[in-house]
C-alpha cells in the first residue's frame, strides 16, 4: 500500500461536516501515528481494530497500520457482544480505536480483553474550527446505548499527536517496513455474515486491494476521458468498515485524486441532500436502499443535482423501478456492480452505454467468472445457478477457519453463494442469494423475483419477502411491505401479484409495517425478520 501513503503533493480535501483533511496533512498525521504504533512494540503482523464510522480517523489509522506493517481489522460498531468476543478472540487484537459514542458497547467483554490498548477518538480531534458535531444522527443509526461506561486506560487519540515525536530514525524505520512488505501479506480482516449467519473474518492481502482498485480504475479509464486535472467529488456514505466502501474511498479514489465527502450515517437522508447542496458532486457510490430513502425525502425534488455525473450502486440484484426512478429525477444513470467481501469489492461492472437492462455487467479486467451447476459442471447460457469467480482480487482464506475456506475456494475459484447466469453475450444478471430460496412443492422460488414485482405497484415504498418453513414439502411465503400510500388496498396488491406472478409466488402472508430493520448497508435484515416472525408465531 505504499504508494497510497507517501507523499501527496496536492491539499485535496477529505472532509466530514464541516471539518477537512488534506492529502499533504493526511500523509503527515499518519506517520505520527505510525511511530506512535512503533513505540506499543506493535510486531509487524499482529492487528488493530478500528471501531469508527465513516470519520476523517478512519483513512489515517487504516494508512498507519499499513505503514508499520500491521493488519487492519475494521469493526461493525453494533456488532453484538458475542460477535465483538469472536472478534477479538481470533485476531488478538492489540490496539483499538474507538468513538467515544461506542465505548458502553465494550462494557460487556472489558474485563476479558485487559491486555489491549485502548485508543478513544472524538469527532473533533481532526477540527481545529472549535466547531463541535453532534451525536444526534450517529446515536439514531447506531441505536447507541445511553450507558455511560469509561474505559479509565484509554489513551486520547488528540494527545497521540501532541506527545509523539517523528524522528529521522522512526521516518527511515517506517519507510523501510513498507518496502519489504509482501504484496501477498494480509492488510486487512474485514469480518462479514456467513450463510450460517455467524461472522466469519475474510483475509485480504496488499495484492487484492491494489489488485480491485486498479481493476476499477481501468474502468473508469475505459468509460470516461480523464486528463488528470479534473477535480471530482464523490459522496461517500458507504460505511468504511465494509469492503466496498473501504476501497472506494481509502484506496482508489484517492489514486485518482478524488474528494470523498464522508457521511457519517448513510439513511440521514436531511445531511446527505444537505452536504449535495453544498459541494455539488459529480459522483456518488451508494446501494439502492440509499437511493430509495433520498427520493422518498420531499426536499430531494429542490436539490440541484445537474452536476452528477456517475452513480455507483452495489449489493446483490437491484429493483429497476427505483433505478428507472431516479434517472427520471436526477438525468443520471445508475451503474451497477456486483461483488462481494471475499472478492475484496467490485467483480463485473456494467458499460455505461451497452450494458442491457438489468445486468450487472461483466467481470473486471483480469477476473474470470463461471456459472457452475457444481463444483465441476457447467450450468448452461442462460441457466440460473451458483456464480464461481477468480482473479488477483480473490480473498486467501477466512481467519482461522481452514474447513469454511476450503468449502469457499475450489483451486483459486470463488463459491460466490450468488445465483445468477450469463445470456450469450457474457452479460452478467443476479438472481438471489443461494440461502434465500425458497421451495414450494417442488418449485424453486426467488425472493427478488417477488420483491421485484411488488416494488413496481404504486404506494409500496419498500418490501422484503421470506419462507417460513410448513410441515408439507413447502415453505408459506410472507410478504412485509412499507407503504408510502397509506390508503393502500392489499386485496388490489395481493390481485396484482397473481397477474404478475405464477400461483405458487404469490404470498399467502402479506404484513404491513412502518419500517423493516436494516444493516449499516441499509440492506433488509431478512433474519431479523424470521427471527421476529418466528417468535410471534410460537407466542
Not at 23 to 40: A, E, I, N
Not at 448 to 453: A, K, L, P, T
Request: hydrophobic share 40%.
Amino acid at each position: 500500500m505504499n504508494r497510497y501513503v507517501g507523499d501527496m503533493p496536492i491539499d485535496m480535501p477529505l472532509p466530514i461536516g464541516e471539518y477537512r483533511l488534506g492529502f499533504r496533512s493526511g500523509t503527515k498525521k499518519t506517520l505520527v501515528l505510525s511511530c506512535w504504533l512503533s513505540d506499543q512494540r506493535i510486531t509487524p503482523g499482529e492487528m488493530v481494530g478500528v471501531m469508527l464510522p465513516n470519520t476523517l480517523q478512519f483513512p489515517i489509522i487504516a494508512q498507519a497500520v499499513f505503514r508499520s506493517g500491521l493488519i487492519l481489522v475494521p469493526i461493525n460498531p453494533v456488532a453484538k457482544k458475542e460477535d465483538l468476543e469472536l472478534i477479538f478472540d481470533q485476531t488478538r487484537l492489540r490496539v483499538v480505536f474507538f468513538l467515544d459514542l461506542f465505548e458502553s458497547c465494550f462494557k460487556p467483554i472489558f474485563a476479558e480483553y485487559l491486555n489491549i490498548r485502548w485508543v478513544r477518538c472524538h469527532l473533533e480531534d481532526l477540527n481545529e474550527s472549535g466547531k463541535r458535531l453532534k451525536h444526534r444522527s450517529l446515536r439514531r443509526y447506531f441505536s447507541v446505548s445511553s450507558e455511560i461506561f469509561e474505559i479509565k486506560s484509554a489513551t486520547s487519540f488528540r494527545d497521540i499527536f501532541k506527545n509523539t515525536e517523528t524522528s529521522k530514525r522512526d521516518r527511515h524505520l517506517i519507510t523501510l517496513q513498507i518496502k519489504s512488505s509482501e504484496a501477498t501479506e494480509v492488510a486487512m480482516v474485514i469480518y462479514t455474515q456467513g450463510t450460517t449467519g455467524q461472522i466469519k473474518g475474510v483475509c485480504l492481502s496488499h495484492k487484492n486491494l491494489l489488485a480491485n482498485s486498479s481493476q476499477i480504475k481501468h474502468w473508469f479509464n475505459t468509460q470516461f476521458s480523464f486528463t488528470g486535472d479534473e477535480i471530482y467529488h464523490v459522496m461517500a456514505p458507504m460505511p468504511l468498515f465494509y469492503s466496498y466502501g473501504f476501497v472506494a474511498h481509502c484506496v482508489l479514489m484517492p489514486d485518482l485524486g478524488m474528494h470523498s465527502l464522508l457521511i457519517e450515517n448513510p439513511l440521514d437522508s436531511k445531511r446527505l441532500l444537505k452536504t449535495v447542496k453544498h459541494v455539488r458532486p459529480e459522483i456518488l457510490v451508494a446501494i439502492t436502499p440509499i437511493l430509495s430513502n433520498l427520493m422518498s425525502d420531499k426536499r430531494f425534488k429542490k436539490t440541484d443535482l445537474h452536476r452528477l455525473k456517475i452513480t455507483f450502486i452495489s449489493g446483490g440484484r437491484t429493483n429497476e423501478s427505483i433505478l428507472n426512478r431516479w434517472f427520471d429525477l436526477t438525468g443520471c444513470g445508475v451503474t451497477n456492480a456486483y461483488g462481494l467481501t471475499e472478492a475484496t469489492a467490485a467483480v463485473t461492472m456494467m458499460d455505461l452505454n451497452h450494458s442491457p437492462p438489468g445486468s450487472v455487467g461483466k467481470p473486471v479486467t483480469g477476473c474470470d467468472l463461471k456459472i457452475m451447476r457444481s463444483d465441476s459442471v457447467s450450468a448452461t447460457t442462460g441457466e440460473v445457478r451458483e456464480i464461481f469467480v477468480s482473479g488477483p482480487q480473490i480473498f486467501s482464506g477466512y481467519l482461522g477457519s481452514p474447513d469454511q475456506s476450503a468449502m469457499a475456494l475450489n483451486e483459486n475459484w470463488l463459491k460466490t453463494g450468488n445465483l445468477g447466469y450469463l445470456d450469450e453475450n457474457g452479460w452478467l444478471y443476479l438472481v438471489d442469494r443461494k440461502k434465500n430460496v425458497l421451495h414450494q412443492s417442488g418449485y424453486q422460488v426467488y425472493p427478488n423475483e417477488i420483491e421485484q414485482v411488488v416494488c413496481r405497484y404504486p404506494g409500496i415504498s419498500s418490501c422484503a419477502a421470506i419462507g417460513i418453513p410448513e410441515i408439507s414439502e413447502k415453505e408459506h411465503i410472507v410478504l412485509y411491505i412499507v407503504l408510502s400510500d397509506p390508503e393502500l388496498n392489499i386485496v388490489d396488491l395481493l390481485r396484482f401479484c397473481r397477474s404478475n406472478l405464477a400461483s405458487y409466488k404469490v404470498p399467502q402472508r402479506i404484513e404491513v409495517r412502518n419500517t423493516l430493520p436494516l444493516s449499516p448497508m441499509g440492506v433488509v435484515n431478512k433474519n431479523q425478520l424470521k427471527k421476529e416472525l418466528m417468535e410471534t408465531l410460537k407466542g
